[in-house]
């Protein structure tokens, strides 16, 4: 079996996660989950970014638009919160998207919006 891309790195951020979505549960807005999870990084000691701008280019060119990751972690893996009945195909595509544009390897799509917490992740 084939190690896991960023295994030791995406186990904590899943699991700070589990701890927003323990103490929080579902139904909130993203921010909120956003701004308890900057928190549970900081206190977990997990380096990210928030709110990350990726430039997109086509053919060298520089596009006005840009796009804006919810959180860069571990400067390696994209962390994008979602807040749906399900993780659905438009949320993987978004984040291949990212994954690309950003040229990193890793997404994880957190799913806030159920009763029970659920991820995925995206290898681009």
Do not use: W
Not at 74 to 96: R, W
Request: with cysteine; glycine share 6%; charged share 25%.
């Amino acid at each position: 079996m084939a190690d896991l891309l960023f295994k030791e790195e995406s186990y904590k951020i899943i699991g700070a996660c589990f701890e927003v979505h323990k103490i929080l549960g579902h139904g909130f807005k993203e921010a909120v989950y956003k701004d308890a999870l900057e928190f549970e990084f900081i206190r977990s000691g997990i380096p990210f970014i928030r709110e990350k701008p990726y430039t997109i280019f086509y053919k060298e060119q520089k596009l006005k638009h840009f796009f804006v990751a919810d959180f860069v972690v571990y400067d390696n893996i994209i962390l994008e919160i979602k807040i749906s009945n399900v993780i659905g195909e438009p949320h993987i595509k978004q984040t291949l998207n990212y994954l690309k544009a950003s040229g990193l390897r890793l997404g994880v799509v957190i799913n806030f919006g159920a009763p029970s917490l659920t991820y995925q992740r995206v290898i681009f």
